[in-house]
């Protein structure tokens, strides 16, 4: 079965992608949404470690919002397949919105009982578990496949300045309080779920089938056929699981750092003005040649960098840190999305999408759970220090794995597997 054809208006080849209107629309969209989910983060995150002053709580943040990932993921994305998938996005985006007032709520009626912010942090990670599939398999059919790794540059780019900004945003409204960061933040989710909406209807990817166990798991049975795929995915999980530190940054903002809630927006920030300007570099001049040996090195590079912000207790030097680890990361999301993408036909893209956002979900939510656990153990610096060697040992080891991903040179040569 062929991809769905995309429409003509959707796939303009202009000399930018700039000139696809539904592409504007989308990067502008999915900007806000995020702005609004990483300032929430920054809210969530200092209340509860207010609350509990225990970096193990800070690990359940992670949890809370994983484990609905881990159980929904897989058919969301192959509802993604099968449905509108701007529609899921902007539905998304409403029960976002409804989640940020519930936080309001707590924040007035329960501002010192902890538990049901780990239950609306479940709600909201299964609402995640839509959104995300759909959103990734949206994009390669707004632009034209001769554009989309420029158009991976700069959604990537979009989504690290939103990493900027919002916990910039994030730390400022806190200085006015929980409800006022929470309130905000639901505004901008009903700001981006009309975006979404104005985006042109798409046909489904997939004809409609019953979602049974074989459905379910195809897009894992594909993953699993194809060594490069399965590669990409799986470097990022093992990677940033071990070598993640964001989830103890409130530690390190209150306790080493001494920065406060304003510095911690700061250290948020910093990996994403990095992955920023990375990513405008690489939407202006496109990697063309060894596109997978620089992937590695920066993968190490970003495990590098973890060691050097663990042991740092100069706020100078940790933002350093923090901002070449967002650069290297960059890279290493420019590539990987760009060959799943491409080397994955359309009507898979919402499946596929789906394992490599469990595996993301997994190296994020689960990676701050292993954070705030191996902190409790052992420190929060040793713990830091271990990920980022641990990252290391991973960049050598799938090195040795997977060479097809080792192998990869010009990110435009990727062409669809099995279609």
């Keep these: 079965m062929s991809s769905a054809p995309l429409p003509t208006s959707s796939r303009a080849t202009g000399s930018s992608v700039f000139a696809v209107r539904d592409f504007r629309i989308y990067l502008i969209s999915t900007f806000v949404g995020n702005v609004a989910i990483n300032a929430q983060s920054v809210a969530v995150g200092w209340q509860v470690y207010k609350i509990t002053g225990s970096p193990l709580s800070l690990g359940y943040v992670g949890l809370m919002q994983f484990l609905p990932l881990m159980v929904m993921t897989l058919p969301a994305g192959t ?48 609402v995640r578990a839509f959104a995300a599939p759909a959103g990734d398999a949206l994009l390669p059919r707004l632009v034209a496949p001769e554009r989309f790794s420029e158009a991976v540059a700069w959604s990537s780019s979009s989504g690290q300045l939103s990493f900027i900004t919002g916990p910039a945003v994030g730390g400022a409204l806190y200085l006015l309080g929980p409800v006022a960061t929470y309130s905000v933040c639901a505004v901008l989710f009903l700001v981006s779920a009309t975006g979404i909406a104005l985006i042109r209807p798409l046909a489904a990817a997939a004809p409609a089938r019953a979602l049974g166990l074989a459905e379910l798991t195809v897009g894992v049975t594909y993953v699993r056929a194809h060594a490069i795929i399965l590669g990409s995915i799986s ?43 990375m990513g405008l570099l690489l939407g202006r001049t496109p990697l063309r040649r060894n596109s997978g040996p620089i992937m590695f090195g920066c993968v190490a590079m970003f495990g590098l960098m973890v060691i050097v912000f ?48 469990l595996f993301v979900s997994a190296s994020n939510e689960l ?46 040569e990727v062409k669809p597997i099995g279609d």
């Design 79 to 126: 509802i993604a397949d099968r449905f509108d998938r701007r529609l899921i996005m902007a539905i998304s985006a409403c029960a976002r919105a409804l989640i940020a007032v519930t936080f309001v709520a707590l924040s007035i009626a329960s501002p010192h009982v902890i538990w049901p912010y780990y239950v609306t942090l479940v709600v909201f990670g299964a």
């Design 367 to 412: 990676g701050s759970f292993e954070s705030g656990v191996t902190a409790d153990w052992f420190g929060t610096v040793p713990s830091v220090v271990i990920g980022g060697i641990g990252t290391l040992l991973v960049v050598a080891t799938w090195w040795r794995l997977f060479p097809e991903l080792g192998a990869v040179d010009d990110l435009y």
């Design 310 to 357: 663990g042991l740092s207790r100069n706020f100078a030097l940790s933002i350093a840190a923090l901002v070449v680890m967002g650069m290297a990361d960059m890279v290493s999301v420019y590539v990987r999305r760009t060959v799943l993408q491409l080397a994955t036909p359309d009507r898979m893209r919402g499946r596929v999408s789906a394992v490599d956002r």
């Design 235 to 277: 470097l990022d999980l093992f990677a940033v699981l071990l070598g993640g530190a964001a989830a103890l940054f409130p530690v390190y903002a209150r306790d080493i750092l001494h920065v406060g809630p304003a510095g911690l927006g700061v250290l948020r920030s910093s990996p994403a003005l990095g992955a920023t300007i």
